[in-house]
T-cell receptor
Framework: ETGVTQTPRHLVMGMTNKKSLKCEQH?????MYWYKQSAKKPLELMFV???????ENNSVPSRFSPECPNSSHLFLHLHTLQPEDSALYLC????????FGSGANVLTFGAGSRLTVL | AQSVTQLDSQVPVFEEAPVELRCNYS??????LFWYVQYPNQGLQLLLK??????LVKGINGFEAEFNKSQTSFHLRKPSVHISDTAEYFC??????????FGQGTRLTINP
């Protein structure tokens, strides 16, 4: 248990469905991230939130909609996905406000949500 | 732009043998370097990090890595591996912002 919990661990959805992925961290961190992990590709950063505010959107299609109601919770709302969106979606968190490099870049990851789009 | 190259997609070794997983990065400025490990059906876990200071960095589970600025490398080593080290290993680089750039990963398989 890393302190970052993702649910559900597995999700199968059709292209017309609407579903959400949830992430919760119990580490007191102020930054949260969504990454996409596809087979044979490097991890791709999708979104970054600092103190609930989105600071990074890495050209992610609008069918992925993030929501960060507070520093401990992060959601990824999914609608009208494509089969190529099937992947492992990883949530991570990190501290902010520390001396540069000492901890701000150290991400703690959840176990991921394995998404299959049919 | 930064990039990370992990030269081997798969590395099979025998138990108790030494292993080196290679990582090269491209950046014209100072960087911070990381190795993460992903065990089956789990997320990524930090193995070790280089932020500054000694170029030889020791991490968890007996792993270490050496930062070589002239060769822009950050290779991961372990003198004697165990079956439990079977996992995928990711090298990552950051220039200090929150954008970590990851390599494609190296799958380490330990054979008895």
């Amino acid at each position: 248990e890393t302190g970052v919990t993702q649910t559900p661990r597995h999700l199968v959805m059709g292209m017309t469905n609407k579903k959400s992925l949830k992430c919760e961290q119990h580490l007191g961190h102020n930054a949260m991230y969504w990454y996409k992990q596809s087979a044979k590709k490097p991890l791709e950063l999708m979104f970054v939130y600092n103190f609930k505010e989105q600071t990074e959107n890495n050209s992610v299609p609008s069918r992925f909609s993030p929501e960060c109601p507070n520093s401990s919770h992060l959601f990824l709302h999914l609608h009208t996905l494509q089969p190529e969106d099937s992947a492992l979606y990883l949530c991570a968190s990190s501290p902010l406000g520390q001396a540069f490099g000492s901890g701000a870049n150290v991400l703690t990851f959840g176990a991921g949500s394995r998404l299959t789009v049919l | 732009a930064q990039s990370v190259t992990q030269l081997d997609s798969q590395v099979p070794v025998f138990e108790e043998a030494p292993v080196e997983l290679r990582c090269n990065y491209s950046s014209s400025v100072s960087v911070y370097l990381f190795w993460y490990v992903q065990y089956p059906n789990q997320g990524l876990q930090l193995l070790l990090k280089y932020l500054s200071g000694s170029t030889l960095v020791k991490g968890i589970n007996g792993f270490e890595a050496e930062f070589n600025k002239s060769q822009t490398s950050f290779h991961l080593r372990k003198p004697s591996v165990h079956i439990s080290d079977t996992a995928e290993y990711f090298c990552a680089v950051s220039q200090g912002a929150q954008k970590l750039v990851f390599g494609q990963g190296t799958r380490l398989t330990i054979n008895p």
